[in-house]
């Protein structure tokens, strides 16, 4: 009562408190949430060349462009993100140089004659591959009018528009630098006797797989020379990491598969009884179809039993890729395996008796008129078919098979009808009249007509239970790498898998895939507090995309932290050492190799002497020699019948000796020359534009706080 009594006596201060309070906490919510791993952040997802890139804003574009997709949730993020970027480097640009769109321009790409290709694309008619201007107009006057438009349309058209401005600042600064594209003569009449002067040269090719190289060791001097080498491959633009990950996969047990036994052996009997096979089939997760199948089209593990039932019988439960099923036989018979008609068409409006009966009578009427042979069936087709491809066609359908038709009408061409007949039949199109002209068949034998039920063989969630608690207790136990390896060594269906090097933003990892449960293990290898050799804090579940249960648990070790700039030699050591060795072996040979003749360096290396021929100083690839620029370069640069020294090159080590080079004379249409390979260069500015910016702007990335 105490309390009660000096909160009455002092109400205005701990109300001021209470406000205080409360407005602290609203500019801290403002201010930043919890990201991954709990740190909280700001709304600022990355800057962009001094623009910085609002998270609201990327994730109204997300809802605008992307709701309801099925896309993948973290490759529209991708998108969006590089959409942001190259937005904000193309305005910077543009800003510079005093180029813009008007606010015409910009109605007269969205709404004009000559629409944006951003509006050709998302609202061109599927049918004509035009786009709908009448529709474009009435997006217009709702927008013009300020009539209220769809709120979700309304985000997506806004968000349309920033496209197209990016779009169209691109295409005006691409435009700018073609402009500047200049081939000149020389170069032109050098780049024509580059692709055109021949030669022939003999060579010899001692393949690095016959060299010994027993006596060579490597050291880490010689695989950082190499990767100094070749510096652009090796360079890491920001940090990477790398996993190792053990995968326990959850498979139905036995007893799972007897119980789903036993449920299909319950459903087989109602299934026996029916008479909708297409209804119950689709009823119980199975499939139907009208069309007939060949022996060979059964489930092959049980081909020959369901072959030798007999119509209205049923075979099952069995096994068969991933699934328990139940095949009943509902037909089997002799039928065509193609067929060649003919076919008039009268349409009918749907739901319409009126219009079937009037389409029913007109067929009856040239039915007549072909049985009494007043015309071909040909000239009714033109004269008479609705069908459009009739004009061209003249109503001849050619050869098809049975799956090509509807149902109605290949019943009547491969069941019912007979070769040479005529016959009425109605289908959702109208009804037609078919002339059968051909019934082919490739051989006699019986094809099958069947429904199937089935259940997929999914682990039950005793069996999920149990193998996470395995896991559970593998993970609980081993907290060190040296244990874990240990005891995921003495699993026989279990072993560590490496991930490929790791970017913080990335979302799929190798086998594993891509989605939320691998992006959650990389923003575990990217925590702060994440060092080599720690075991995840937890199991990752991976579910089934199809059946949705846990389908297998993951444990992660992080391996290793390649940092920015050039990779460790560690890190790349597996993958170059055979190109290192090869070098190495390539060099030894070429220091000890006494070259006096093609023959003598062919008879002591155990090869044979060959010849190139018309190859250009161009040529990416030669029979016989492979992607070998350095000889090539030799075979122009020596003079015919000298022998070259040992080349070191791509695939072994090579001597050569040029025999002859035709030298391309003058270009007769250099004009022509400067135009095709200004328009090569012209094609890649767009893109390289881009590139370049990208390399020289400051851009930061926070998107791996956010997701």
């Given amino acids: 009562m105490a309390l009660i009594g000096k909160i009455r006596k002092n109400f205005w201060f701990v109300l001021l408190l209470l406000g205080l309070a409360l407005a602290a906490f609203i500019m801290m919510d403002m201010s930043g949430s919890g990201g991954p791993g709990g740190a909280v952040r700001s709304l600022n997802m990355g800057n962009v060349a001094g623009q910085k890139i609002n998270y609201k804003e990327f994730s109204q574009t997300e809802q605008a462009y992307f709701r309801n997709s099925g896309t993948d949730v973290f490759q529209k993020r991708k998108e969006i993100w590089n959409f942001y970027v190259e937005d904000a480097l193309i305005k910077n640009e543009a800003e510079a140089l005093g180029l813009n769109i008007s606010k015409d321009e910009l109605l007269d790409l969205q709404f004009g004659p000559a629409p944006s290709p951003i509006i050709q694309r998302n609202w061109a008619n599927p049918q004509t591959g035009q786009v709908d201007v009448a529709q474009l107009q009435s997006y217009k006057t709702a927008i013009e009018n300020g009539d209220p438009l769809n709120p979700e349309f309304a985000a997506y058209w806004k968000e349309q528009e920033k496209q197209i401005v990016k779009s169209t600042l691109q295409d005006k600064l691409t435009s700018i630098i073609n402009k500047g594209v200049y081939t000149p003569s020389w170069m032109a009449e050098e780049s024509y006797k580059m692709e055109n002067s021949k030669t022939d040269f003999k060579y010899v090719k001692i393949p690095f797989d016959n060299i010994d190289g027993s006596d060579i060791e490597l050291t880490d001097s010689d695989f950082t020379s190499y990767m100094n080498k070749y510096k652009s491959l090796y360079e890491e633009t920001e940090e990477t990491r790398v996993a190792e990950y053990a995968t326990f996969n959850v498979v139905a047990s036995e007893e799972d598969k007897e119980e789903i036994r036993e449920s299909l052996e319950s459903l087989k009997t109602s299934f026996l009884a029916t008479d909708n096979d297409s209804l119950f089939a689709f009823n119980n997760r199975g499939s139907y179809s009208h069309i007939y199948g060949t022996k060979d089209q059964l489930p092959e593990v049980a081909r020959e039993e369901i072959a030798a039932l007999e119509p209205g019988e049923a075979y099952g439960p069995f096994e068969d890729n ?21 076919h008039i068409l009268r349409t009918t409006t749907p739901n319409d008796p009126a219009s079937l009966e009037a389409a029913t009578a007109f067929i009856d009427s040239i039915t007549n008129v072909y049985k009494r042979g007043r015309k071909s069936f040909t000239d009714l087709a033109v004269e008479h078919s609705q069908d459009p491809s009739a004009a061209t066609n003249k ?15 290949s019943d009547v061409c491969f069941l019912t009808g007979k070769e040479g007949g005529v016959y009425k039949v109605a289908t959702q199109y109208g009804v037609h009249l078919i002339k059968i002209e051909d019934q082919i068949y490739n051989n006699r034998e019986d094809k099958y007509k069947v429904a199937t039920v089935g259940e997929a063989i999914v682990p039950s969630q005793v069996t999920q239970d149990e193998m996470y608690d395995k ?27 490496t991930t490929p090097p790791l970017k913080k933003n990335d979302f799929s990892i190798g086998s594993l895939g891509s989605g939320q449960t691998s992006r959650d293990l990389i923003v575990w290898m990217f925590s702060p507090n994440t060092e080599v050799n720690d075991i995840s804090p937890t199991i990752y579940r991976y579910t089934d995309p199809v059946n949705y249960y846990d389908n297998k648990y993951v444990i992660a070790v992080l391996n290793r932290i390649n940092p920015e700039g050039l990779k460790s030699v560690e890190s790349v050591k597996d993958q170059i050492e055979v190109a290192v060795m090869n070098k190495k072996k390539g060099d030894k040979l070429a220091s000890e190799l006494s070259v006096t ?6 008879t002591a290396n155990n090869v044979e002497v060959q010849t190139a021929s018309d190859v250009s100083m161009l040529a990416e690839f030669v029979q016989g020699i492979g992607n070998e620029p350095k000889v090539i370069g030799a075979a122009f640069e020596l003079d015919p019948q000298s022998i070259s020294k040992p080349i070191v090159g791509n695939s072994g080590v090579f001597v050569i000796q040029p025999l002859s080079t035709q030298e391309a004379g003058a270009p007769n249409n250099i004009p022509f020359l400067k135009s095709s390979l200004s328009t090569s260069t012209k094609s890649q500015v767009s893109f390289k534009i881009l590139e370049n910016m990208k390399k020289r702007a400051d851009i930061t990335d926070n998107r791996s706080t956010f997701y």
């Fill in 322 to 342: 991933g699934a328990m099923l139940v095949v009943k036989l509902l037909d089997k018979r002799s039928i065509p395996d193609s067929v060649e008609a003919k």
């Fill in 395 to 409: 109503g001849d359908l050619g050869k098809f098979n049975q799956s090509l038709m509807v149902r109605e009408f």
């Fill in 471 to 497: 896991v559970s207790e593998i993970i609980t136990n081993n907290r060190t790498y040296e244990s874990l390896k240990a005891a995921v060594d003495a699993d026989p269906d279990v072993s560590f898998q």
């Fill in 597 to 602: 003749s093609l023959e003598d360096v062919a």
